[in-house]
């Protein structure tokens, strides 16, 4: 599907669910949180009845998220027969890791494409604290797990100050030898993470190169992202940096997002979407489906407005959108 700015739209981030096992303060409260009904949630049969209309229309890569993917129940079952479907060109995922390892030898029997470790601190206290529970171990056990599969393994690291800056480095050095990426995304202001300043990709180029000397611009790309990848000498893997406020990158987006609760997003950083929960269970046809959808991307905003319209900002915690 082409947009009305000339961009290709091959990519949908679908959020499995609203629901995780950690707390990040950056990302979901630690209460209050209402989550969503039962019966507003999608069924994961009626989410792969979506994906049908999504690969009809040219969607090939497909991100699986939440929340935390992993407490979903079936959510392997589901990733599976995702895997299989027909159009489906890659299925990858985003996980904190805590239930990764037992989902592993059924990820390497379906050829999953990828695996996102989102990983901010590799010091339990500090894990702690900003997840609000325990688990360093755990994630720490699925990480290597992972590294020795055949599945590209890549760690994502939200750069927070005050919380994580001074150990970046050592977070890097998962890239010399286990993994084949490592990270730094840039803090968006959305929801709770308002509250949070992030660190610049320029900063942390300057304190990497301090230690390991300089980063190399690489010009090979890695998945479907918006990453730009520098290479360090000695290290097997990249270091990437997803900068969406520093550099907006919005020109080169290829992506929808649907939520847990069935809504097809056309901008992370946008709070309003589109409602295909109720065509779906309406009994709407496939085709109906894909105009809605097609309709739908005509109106995928130029760009995120952090800067010129926060108040158009998203409001919702990362937690009901998938990231
Ligand atoms: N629970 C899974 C995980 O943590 O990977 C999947 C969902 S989580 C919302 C996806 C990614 O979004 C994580 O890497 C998380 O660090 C990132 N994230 C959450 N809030 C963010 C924010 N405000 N800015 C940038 N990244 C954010
Ligand atoms: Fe859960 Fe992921 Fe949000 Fe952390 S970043 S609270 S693991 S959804």
């Known amino acids: 599907m082409?947009?009305?700015?000339?961009?290709?739209?091959?990519?949908?981030?679908?959020?499995?669910?609203?629901?995780?096992?950690?707390?990040?303060?950056?990302?979901?409260?630690?209460?209050?949180?209402?989550?969503?009904?039962?019966d507003d949630i999608l069924r994961l049969e009626e989410v792969l009845s979506l994906c049908e209309s999504f690969t009809a229309l040219g969607i090939c890569k497909f991100k699986i998220t939440g929340g935390e993917?992993?407490?979903?129940?079936?959510?392997?079952?589901?990733?599976?027969?995702?895997?299989?479907?027909?159009?489906?060109?890659?299925?990858?995922?985003?996980?904190?890791?805590?239930?990764?390892?037992?989902?592993?030898?059924?990820?390497?029997?379906?050829?999953?494409d990828g695996i996102n470790l989102?990983?901010?601190?590799?010091?339990?206290?500090?894990?702690?604290q900003l997840t609000r529970r325990d688990g360093l171990d755990k994630a720490l056990q699925a990480l290597d797990l992972a590294a020795a599969s055949n599945i590209p393994l890549k760690i994502n690291c939200v750069p927070i100050q005050g919380v994580n800056d001074q150990e970046l480095p050592h977070i890097a050095e998962l890239a010399r030898e286990k993994v084949q990426a490592v990270r730094f995304i840039e803090l968006m202001p959305i929801g709770l993470a308002a509250?949070?300043?992030?660190i610049p990709a320029d900063r942390i180029r300057e304190q990497l190169a301090a230690v390991f000397g300089p980063l190399r611009e690489d010009n090979g790309k890695i998945g479907n992202g918006p990453a730009h990848y520098y290479a360090i000498e000695g290290f097997k893997g990249k270091i990437g940096f997803i900068d969406a406020l520093s550099h907006c990158f919005c020109q080169q987006c290829n992506r929808l997002r649907l939520t847990a609760d069935g809504t097809l997003k056309l901008c992370l950083a946008h709070d309003n979407g589109v409602d295909l929960k109720t065509p779906l269970r309406a009994g709407a046809s496939k085709e109906e489906l894909q105009t809605i959808i097609s309709e739908a991307v005509l109106n995928k905003p130029a760009h995120h407005a952090f800067?010129?319209?926060?108040?158009?900002?998203?409001?919702k915690g990362m937690y009901r959108i998938g990231g």
């Open 2 to 38: 082409i947009d009305r700015y000339g961009r290709n739209i091959d990519y949908l981030r679908i959020s499995i669910t609203d629901r995780c096992n950690l707390r990040c303060r950056y990302c979901m409260p630690e209460s209050g949180v209402e989550p969503l009904a039962h």
């Open 69 to 112: 993917p992993l407490v979903r129940w079936n959510a392997v079952s589901f990733i599976k027969k995702l895997k299989a479907m027909p159009g489906v060109e890659q299925v990858t995922i985003t996980t904190n890791g805590l239930e990764l390892a037992q989902a592993l030898p059924d990820f390497q029997q379906c050829h999953l």
């Open 118 to 128: 989102s990983l901010d601190t590799l010091d339990a206290e500090t894990f702690r």
């Open 195 to 198: 509250q949070y300043q992030g």
């Open 307 to 315: 800067s010129e319209h926060p108040e158009e900002t998203e409001g």
